[in-house]
C-alpha cells in the first residue's frame, strides 16, 4: 500500500476545548506519522482562500468567521492509505451522522464547529498542505 499525505487542520474550537493533545494523541495511536505541524492564527483572508472552493456556498461565510476565530493546527499527516484511513478516523463532517467512536462523534458540537478538517482526495491533501507548508518544512519521521 503506498504512502499517502493529508492535510488536517484541528480547528479553533478544538483549541478553544483543550482537546489538541486527545486529538493528536488519537491521530498517532491510529498509526499517523506527523511529518509536519505548526500552530497559527488564520485571518479571514487566508481562510477565505483555503475554504476558496467553497465561495459562494450559504455556509462559507460562516465557515471563514469561525476558522479566523481563534488558533489552530494545521497538521500533514503520512501513513499508507492516509486518506480513507483518516476520514474514517475523523467521522462524518455532520458529528450527529458521525460512527461511534470517531473524533467528530465524541468532540464535535455541530456541522459548523466539527473539530477537524481532513483532505477528502490525495489531489487536495497536495494542494491543501502546500497552503500552510513549504516541502522544507516536512520532516521524514521514517527512513
Same mark, same amino acid.
Given at each position: 500500500?503506498?504512502?499517502e499525505r493529508t492535510l488536517t487542520i484541528l480547528k479553533p474550537d478544538c483549541i478553544r476545548k483543550?482537546?489538541?493533545g486527545e486529538v493528536i494523541r488519537r491521530i498517532q495511536e491510529a498509526g499517523f506519522d506527523i511529518v509536519a505541524m505548526k500552530l497559527t492564527r488564520l485571518t479571514k483572508d487566508t481562510a477565505g482562500?483555503?475554504?476558496a472552493v467553497h465561495k459562494g456556498k450559504p455556509f462559507y461565510k460562516e465557515l471563514v468567521e469561525f476558522m479566523s476565530s481563534g488558533p489552530c493546527v494545521?497538521? @500533514?499527516l503520512e501513513?499508507?492509505?492516509?486518506?480513507?484511513?483518516f476520514r474514517n478516523l475523523i467521522g462524518a463532517t455532520n458529528? $450527529?451522522?458521525a460512527?461511534?467512536?470517531t473524533i467528530r462523534a465524541d468532540f464535535a458540537d455541530s456541522i459548523g464547529e466539527n473539530i @477537524?478538517?481532513?483532505?477528502?482526495?490525495?489531489?487536495?491533501?497536495?494542494?491543501?498542505?502546500?497552503?500552510?507548508?513549504?516541502? $522544507?518544512d516536512i520532516v521524514a519521521v521514517k527512513s
Open positions: 500500500m503506498a504512502v483543550n482537546l489538541t482562500g483555503f475554504y494545521p497538521m @500533514i501513513k499508507g492509505n492516509a486518506i480513507a484511513d458529528p $450527529a451522522e460512527d461511534e467512536g @477537524i478538517h481532513g483532505s477528502d482526495s490525495v489531489e487536495n491533501g497536495k494542494i491543501e498542505s502546500a497552503y500552510f507548508f513549504s516541502e $522544507a
